[in-house]
């Protein structure tokens, strides 16, 4: 397991639709490792492939303990009318805005041993899965936002990605000196 860096808005990766994985290799499983361990230090919730580089489709989410590690997700139905909340991202520091989506989901995916799975989410973790199996299709949760508060966003990360040379953001090891926000970052 290794820290990995955090590709950030800017990288054409995060706009790159994802390969379907086919084989559960001991790389892959290294790889889900290590991007738990990241999205941890980053103190986010959920973490894509494309946001630490990479083409396979693959995401990992831990919303209030509840964890889980996505191969070839994909949201079979969703439903429950929608809801409106504020999101965040580890691959756009700093910017939030709110998102409309469904507020229930079904999701299949296989985990690490193989095995297909469903489950269905609400809430929190609803919106997670959304906006992790976006990723996985170069998708954004800013493309939701309308054009004033996209441009707003925009502008707003104009001034951060100075921050970010090759659009490449390195964790400090020291999760003490992680930037706080009272909001969860996917
Ligand atoms: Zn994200």
Known sequence: MSILEIRVLGDPVLREETRLVDDITDELRTLASSMFETMYLARGIGL???QVGRGERLAVIDVEGR?????????????????????????????????V???????RA???DGQQYEVEADGLLARCFQHEIDH????????????????????????EKDKYPNF???????????????????
């Open 110 to 112: 296989t985990g690490l």
């Open 101 to 107: 989506r469904p507020k229930t989901v079904r999701v």
């Open 168 to 186: 490449i953001r390195r964790l400090p090891t020291d999760p003490a000196a992680t930037h706080e926000h009272p909001d969860e970052e996917l």
């Open 48 to 50: 894509a492939a494309p």
């Open 67 to 99: 964890r889980f590690t996505l191969i070839n997700p994909e949201i079979v139905e969703s439903g429950g009318g929608t809801a409106k909340a504020e999101e965040g991202c580890l691959s756009i520091p700093d910017v939030y805005g709110d998102v």
């Open 136 to 159: 996985l299709h170069g998708k954004l949760f800013i493309d939701y936002l309308s054009v004033l508060k996209r441009r707003s966003a925009l502008t707003k990360w104009g001034k």
